[in-house]
């Protein structure tokens, strides 16, 4: 999965274990991320998202 978001340049990511990850994205890259994980990461569940103004 660490490869897979290193396609989005604008994303900064932190593994935090093997079943979480902490993903800093700017609001123009939030779709492409979401269509990533649930297209090539097969992902079907996020468990929680937040955003700072």
Partial sequence: ???LLQE???LKFERKN???VRVD???K???SLLEL????ASFV???AISCVD
């Avoid at 994980?37 to 090539?40: E, H, K, V, Y």
């Fill in 1 to 3: 999965m660490d490869d």
């Fill in 8 to 10: 989005i340049d604008t």
């Fill in 18 to 20: 093997e079943r979480r």
């Fill in 25 to 27: 994205v700017d609001s």
């Fill in 29 to 31: 890259s939030v779709h």
């Fill in 37 to 40: 994980l649930r297209g090539r």
């Fill in 45 to 47: 569940h996020l468990s």
